[in-house]
């Protein structure tokens, strides 16, 4: 066979194009797209028609000089062997020197056979013919490069035509289960309710969960309560606080309580009532302004510092000493010389990191305590031993709600406003659908007055107002008039007067007046927290305690009669009311000669 043609064939085979390199394999310039355009359109050509400017023809003696022949037979072989890697998994005939497969023995033609000597090295520069390699893989569909292995599809079942585009539930494995604990919660009247909880519910969703199951009125300030029965503690838990991470630290002894506290984030709305000048040290970088002092406790770099006397029960010991405390946020510390506060004289009494703030229920019988005004700064290890706990007593309840109030806010900081400020804005997004929608009817009804001989429309809304509290009085005074003639009513005037008000939430019964003073400091010392119970001293008179300036006042309510009927008075008579839930209504509206208005009323629920 002469190999001057096929040698020339190959090497213009691609004209106007680079030498491709081998480095990358036979088949790495396979994917090019403007060479595989190119191989397809390009003719064929006899090695006399390159013959041109830039192509000189071949001079005669290049088919007399064997030196500078290439080797057909080598470069053959090596493409054959390069190819086997393509046909691993079926055999496949070898290629002939024009690139064609074997379809069976041709006449003249000769057959290649894979040699088993050493491969030449193949230069560089020389060019490959890849049209055979096209044409076997157009052929052989099945074949594959071994440079992209074939990779099984991991999801099958998405493949079919049949099969929808997304997974179906049971296709997936099932996740694990949230974990689920029960916790029992007890109510003020002794009731408690068994509820199952996530394990990531917090004290704000318990309580919301308990208010919808009781059917209370959501006003935020519904909490839950860390309560010590054995070590006379109790505290209120934060909005964001695990009710299964804070029950991992309590006493079996322990529980929690279902309570009111209108208190909890009072210190927001005003500081000026929780934050005495004397106790408050402002730090440098601000102006004393009581509009910065919870900003200053909210940032990290600067906070001002609590300072004053506290009594401070020692560890271990049954004695108190009155020292001097500031409150930083490292720590609480007391002075070991007066009132200095140099580095040298101030010792370390509790840190706040890993404790939580309670109250004491009854210091002074349960651990001596010289005032009534103590708390306590409780490690979360401490379970059971009382001898850990760093006890302390404020002079008078304004302190310890100052000593208190800033623990929690140099602990949590940022925290607590987020918890204060999550039901404001929940409030703002439904003040649109806060509004009863009114019916047809009734945005067609209008204000009459029937008291001349011929009824008119009332078009001021003020007339309108007085005229129906007119109307009210008026069917009060037609209702006992008709109770007096011997009317269908069970009961007589002045005894359904003193027992409908027992219906109410505000009336607490027959309780004692230490009793009250405790319900009031347990569910908030705020401006206007108030009820109403039966008076000790006259079985036929009431009670008003009422909270002012985180002082509880208590105020009497006599009735009096006048033409027979029996009324009520707390002025001695020159505000006479029919029963009491007119006395409340009315002072919830009107100051009157209490020191505030009647604001909120302590509750107590059934669970």
Not at 91 to 111: K, W
Not at 292 to 321: A, D, M, T, Y
Not at 438 to 448: G, I, K, Q, Y
Request: aromatic residues 8%; contains cysteine.
């Amino acid at each position: 066979m002469d190999a001057g043609g096929p040698v020339q064939s190959m090497w213009f085979e691609d004209r106007g194009k680079e030498p491709m390199a081998l480095a990358g394999g036979t088949d790495s310039f396979l994917h090019h797209p403007y060479y595989q355009g190119q191989v397809e359109q390009t003719p064929p050509h006899r090695p006399g028609d390159l013959a041109g400017p830039g192509f000189p023809a071949p001079p005669d003696r290049l088919a007399g000089h064997q030196e500078d022949d290439v080797d057909l037979e080598a470069l053959v072989n090596d493409m054959d062997a390069s190819l086997e890697s393509l046909c691993a998994a079926s055999e496949t005939a070898p290629l002939l020197h024009n690139g064609q497969h074997s379809r069976g023995p041709t006449p003249g033609a000769r057959v290649l056979q894979p040699q088993a000597a050493p491969r030449q090295r193949v230069q560089r520069s020389q060019p490959v013919r890849i049209l055979a390699v096209r044409r076997l893989q157009e052929e052989d569909p099945h074949l594959r490069t071994s440079s992209l292995p074939a990779i099984p599809n991991p999801f099958p079942e998405l493949c079919g035509p049949g099969s929808p585009p997304a997974l179906t539930p049971g296709s997936l494995p099932p996740g694990p289960a949230a974990a689920k604990q029960d916790v029992k919660v007890f109510s003020e009247d002794g009731t408690s309710k068994v509820v199952e909880i996530l394990a990531d519910m917090t004290a704000r969703d318990l309580c919301q969960l308990l208010v919808y199951r009781s059917h209370c009125v959501d006003d935020n300030s519904w909490t839950l309560v860390e309560h010590h029965p054995h070590l006379g503690l109790e505290r209120c838990l934060e909005d964001h606080e695990l009710v299964v991470q804070v029950e991992s630290t309590m006493a079996s002894e322990s529980k929690f309580l279902f309570r009111k506290n209108y208190a909890k984030y009072e210190f927001f709305k005003n500081p000026m009532n929780f934050f005495p000048e004397q106790m408050v040290t402002w730090c440098q970088q601000s102006n004393g302004s009581h509009t910065q002092l919870l900003q200053n406790f909210l940032n990290s770099s600067s906070c001002p510092e609590i300072q004053g006397f506290l009594h401070v029960k020692e560890l271990g010991r049954k004695s108190w000493k009155k020292l001097y405390v500031c409150l930083r946020r490292s720590g609480l510390y007391c002075s070991t010389k007066g009132a200095s506060k140099e580095p040298r004289h101030l010792q370390l009494l509790a840190e706040l990191e890993d404790s939580s703030i309670f109250s004491l229920i009854a210091g002074r019988k349960q651990y001596g305590a010289p005032t009534d005004y103590g708390f306590c700064i409780k490690p979360n290890r401490v379970r059971t031993e009382a001898k850990e706990l760093r006890l302390l007593c404020a002079e008078d309840e304004q302190s310890r709600t100052c000593w208190v109030t800033a623990c929690r806010l140099l602990k949590y900081g940022m925290l607590l406003y987020q918890n204060y400020r999550i039901p404001q804005q929940r409030k703002a997004m439904l003040s649109s659908f806060s509004t009863p929608v009114r019916s047809v009817s009734e945005n067609s009804l209008v204000a009459m007055d029937f008291s001349g001989q011929t009824g008119r429309v009332i078009e001021n809304p003020a007339e309108a107002q007085s005229a129906a509290l007119e109307e009210g009085h008026a069917w009060r005074k037609r209702s006992t008039r008709m109770n007096i003639l011997g009317s269908q009513s069970p009961l007589h005037p002045s005894a359904l007067s003193t027992v409908i008000h027992r219906t109410q939430h505000w009336f607490h019964g027959r309780i004692s007046r230490e009793e009250s003073h405790r319900i009031i400091k347990q569910q908030g010392l705020v401006d206007g927290l108030f009820l109403l119970r039966d008076s000790q001293s006259n079985p036929k008179a009431f009670v008003l305690t009422l909270c002012h300036h985180q002082k509880i006042k208590n105020f009497q309510i006599l009735p009096c009669e006048d033409d027979g009927q029996t009324f009520f008075s707390l002025d001695d008579g020159n505000t006479k009311f029919s029963d009491l839930i007119q006395l409340v209504d009315f002072y919830q509206l009107n100051k009157g000669v209490l020191p505030c208005r009647l604001k909120h009323h302590c509750i107590r629920v059934a669970l």
